[in-house]
């Protein structure tokens, strides 16, 4: 096991060739990104199994100096990585991506809540580090690189697709879906094919010091960070009204309409509830609320979505084509159909949804297929 970060190490570690599956063609060159959770820890020994020689990658995002961090686990991930990559005779390097990551992930995330809007930094940690970032800086030099995500490629006619995990509480295809194409041909899914509690027994029967240990919930690579916390450190605070929505009523006060996203029920200090956050007013800086069983401000048939991403350049969006989709990481699908309009889409769905919030993202799936097709913003 080599622990390096230099580069010039790497250009020779590539240079090398891997061992390669039986019948396959070309020997390939794998890029194992591994955090120290179970999920990604597992990978290791399934692509060792399949004959592979994965190079270990750890993404080290220092965040210790910001307001709102709670802990600093990145000394425990890398002793657990290092654990692994030794345990399987694999060379590990670690990889700093904290300017890119405030450059890119960061930057998004504080200029939508300043807009009203509830960003997903997961998702775009994945588009512009994991597969961005981290591409321009080493990956680029690898074949494939391969992931703890609870997701599978489907291979057809030469084509590659995204598909979805076969634990279906796990899949996280909604936060893949705005990978670009060229990114998606790199990928390697090995847990696709598990569920959860098999990766955790694959854990335990490999005696991996991740196998107990709990999932992330962190946001992307920050850890166990305060969110508010964390953007008030970067917005600020700016005291307003909240009004209920029905009766013009002023219920309370809040300390910055960014501080709360629609479909909100907690965090908002009123009595008499559940209360709802149903409506931001940006200018004003009024947070409107409702207590109603289903506020109707929060309901609705029709997701507009804009700066759509598709996966694979085979599939057109047609005016009237039926789709599954999903407005949030969840394990059922919602149903409905497309209407294009010029640029922009909008999902018309078959049932009510709830919770419509605008700067998450709209996922699109085949309404038959188990294939994600892509994603778009939900507009405002």
């Known amino acids: ?19 390669t599956l039986p019948g396959n063609k070309k020997e390939m060159e794998i890029a194992a990104l591994v955090s120290g959770g179970v999920d990604s820890s597992v990978t290791i020994p399934l692509l060792k199994e399949q004959g592979f020689d994965p190079v270990i990658f750890y993404i080290k995002i220092g965040m210790e100096d910001v307001p709102g961090y709670t802990d600093c686990p990145s000394e425990e991930d890398i002793e657990i990585t290092s ?6 005779d694999c060379h590990f390097i670690t990889v700093d991506l904290q300017k890119e990551y405030w450059e890119s992930v960061v930057a998004y995330t504080i200029e939508a809540v300043k807009k009203g809007l509830t960003p997903n ?13 981290f591409e321009e800086r080493f990956g680029h030099q690898f074949d494939r690189i391969s ?34 194409q060229k990114q998606l041909d790199k990928l390697m899914f090995p847990l696709g094919s598990f569920t959860k509690p098999e990766v955790r027994a694959i854990a335990e029967k490999m005696r991996l010091p991740s196998a107990h ?21 970067y917005t600020g605070e700016r005291p307003g009204k909240i009004v209920e929505m029905e009766t013009g009523k002023v219920l309370g006060r809040h300390k910055g309409f960014w501080f709360h996203t629609i479909g909100q029920r907690k965090g908002l ?19 409107y ?10 309901m609705g048939r029709e997701v507009p979505l804009v700066d759509i991403n598709l996966l694979h350049n085979d599939f057109r969006l047609v005016d009237g084509m039926p789709v599954r989709f999903k407005i949030r990481h969840q394990p059922e699908f919602n149903y409905g159909k497309l209407r294009l309009e010029g640029e922009s889409v909008v999902i018309v769905s078959e049932n009510i949804l709830s919770g419509i919030a605008p700067g998450q993202f709209g996922v699109l799936y085949h309404h038959e297929e188990p294939i994600c ?5 939900i507009a405002d």
Not at 83 to 88: E, G, H, L, N, V
Not at 156 to 171: E, F, H, S, T, W
């Open 289 to 298: 609320v409702s207590n109603a069983l289903n506020p109707e401000s929060l």
């Open 373 to 377: 097709l892509g994603s778009g913003v």
């Open 83 to 88: 654990y692994i990559a030794d345990k399987y």
């Open 1 to 19: 096991m080599v622990l390096q970060t230099d580069a010039a190490l790497l250009n020779a570690l590539v240079r090398r060739k891997y061992r």
């Open 147 to 180: 992931t703890g995500h609870y997701a599978s490629i489907i291979e057809k006619a030469g084509q590659r697709y995204l598909g979805l995990a076969a634990d279906p509480v796990k899949d996280q295809t909604y936060f893949l879906a705005n990978v670009t």
């Open 213 to 233: 240990r709990p999932d992330s919930q962190g946001i992307c690579f920050l850890g166990k960070i305060n969110y508010n916390e964390f953007i008030r450190r």
């Open 121 to 133: 930094p997961d998702v775009m940690c994945n588009r512009l580090i994991k597969f961005g970032a």
């Open 269 to 287: 200090g009123l009595s008499g509830g559940p209360w709802y956050v149903v409506k931001k007013d940006v200018a004003e800086n009024i947070v």
